[in-house]
């Protein structure tokens, strides 16, 4: 079967191959357990950082490591031309979200290879493109060939916890390791998904911002068997439902307008704007994904309350994960506190801000060509992602963030599903295919 790779020839004439390390490394590191509880519970991620240094060490790229917190611990390293004041940084994160092993059909930190799939915690968030990238280098750096732009690596700790461990204090502590850096690419972008035959890779050109709430209902005390019209956990029952509840109206961002107008086309659809649920409906199972980044979106996720079956309780909290698109925060508290009773308040855990850059320039056309060099009769387009990442830290420094971290998937893999899922796995050519896509793409930045 011929290569879908145009310069296939050059590309076998290389003294190296990028994918040659990248299934085992991410083998490797989904056997390091980093489960991040949202606390320091866990095993934290020094055990894979230590491992991430050594690979890199190995081959004459010297690791800086950062740990704010005992376990805690993150990996940067600079490759090439030290004194290029444009640099490009490539960033992955080392902890994973925890697994349940009675819910999964294998042991989800043995990473096993079954049906051309690796298996395990961190398969697709995001051990995947970390082994990618360290493959990459490696093979690079092995055989002399530095990238046409100088490159800063991160690997850090405590992304699924909104990076209060990992990427937040690394730019704001160590603000020179990222001197020079201008573009970023890291999760979640440059997966395929296959619309009318026809595949189109996704590059994420903006992210949602967070906003982790506790919701608390005051209420009095008393027995249970007793009438009570102030009872604290009606009152946040019902500021739940009514957040569950709530349809949030469609926004379309600009990132999420380019890519509706092209399912238009591919399908026949003659308007966008009255159109755009059946037009998400078009991506299958990511559609579940795809719907949360045209509007708000704020889920119920953890309720509390009380210490005994016959005592009401004065007070009662709920959990709630809002998430809220560029440029319409203050749609979303505004929206919030209407919902709530007003014996209900609300506090903010956690509240970072939300992203999104222009699809254009010289950083994404490199993206597009390296892509195409692959699969050159698919379509490369923008997205906006419903999670969040390490680029809102990035961002502080002025850094223009993208997603990009390229696989080509089966057409009928529920992708999306497989984040913090279960019997999360990754095909193993889809691995190799984003290795070789990345080595391309460090020709072009």
Not at 142 to 169: C, N, W, Y
Not at 184 to 203: K, M, P
Not at 312 to 332: H, K
Not at 403 to 421: A, E, I, K, Q, V
């Amino acid at each position: 079967m011929p290569s879908l790779r145009w310069g296939h020839d050059e590309a076998m004439s290389r003294s190296y191959r990028p994918e040659a390390e990248v299934t085992e490394i991410c083998r490797d590191l989904i056997r390091i357990d980093t489960s991040n509880y949202g606390d320091d519970s866990g095993p934290g991620e020094r055990v894979a950082a230590e491992y991430v240094a050594g690979l890199l060490s190995e081959v004459g790229i010297e690791p800086q490591l950062f740990e704010p917190t005992k376990g805690r611990t993150s990996v940067v390293a600079h490759w090439g031309d030290p004194g290029d004041g444009d640099r490009l940084l490539i960033h992955g994160h080392l902890d994973v979200v925890p697994a349940a092993k009675h819910d999964w059909k294998v042991d989800p930190f043995a990473a096993e290879v079954l049906d051309g799939y690796v298996w395990g915690r961190g398969a697709v968030d995001m051990k995947d493109f970390d082994a990618a990238i360290l493959s990459v280098v490696r093979a690079r750096a092995r055989a002399d060939e530095p990238p046409k732009r100088a490159v800063t690596l991160a690997f850090t700790a405590d992304e699924e916890a909104g990076s209060i461990q990992g990427a937040h204090p690394l730019t704001d502590r160590r603000p020179e390791w990222f001197e020079g850096c201008t573009e970023a690419i890291g999760e979640v972008g440059g997966f395929s998904t296959t619309i009318n035959g026809r595949r189109l890779y996704l590059v994420e050109t903006a992210e949602k911002g967070i906003a982790w709430l506790r919701l608390r209902a005051q209420g009095t005390a008393g027995h249970g068997s007793m009438r009570n019209a102030d009872n604290a956990v009606t009152a946040v029952a019902e500021a739940v439902a009514a957040i569950g509840r709530h349809e949030w109206p469609i926004r379309v961002t600009p990132s999420m307008g380019a890519l509706l107008e092209e399912v238009a086309t591919l399908t026949g659809t003659a308007n966008v704007e009255d159109n755009v649920d059946a037009l998400i409906e078009h991506f299958g199972p990511a559609a579940r994904m795809l719907a949360a980044v045209v509007r708000n979106t704020a889920n119920p996720t953890m309720m509390d309350s009380g210490y005994k079956h016959n005592v009401i309780p004065g007070e009662a909290t709920a959990s709630v994960d809002g998430r809220f698109l560029p440029g319409y925060e203050d749609e979303f508290f505004a929206t919030l506190r209407s919902l709530l009773p007003d014996n209900v308040s609300y506090e903010v855990l956690v509240r970072d801000k939300a992203l999104e850059t222009p699809f254009d320039g010289p950083l994404v056309e490199a993206m597009k060509a390296s892509l195409l060099a692959e699969d050159p009769d698919a379509t490369v387009l923008p997205f906006l992602m419903s999670g969040g990442t390490d680029a809102k830290a990035w961002s502080k420094l002025g850094i223009r963030c993208f997603g990009f971290s390229p696989l080509r998937l089966p057409p009928d893999l529920d992708f999306t599903g497989l984040f913090h899922g279960v019997d999360e796995r990754v095909p193993v050519d889809a691995l190799e295919f984003s290795a070789r896509v990345l080595d391309d793409f460090l020709d072009r930045a």
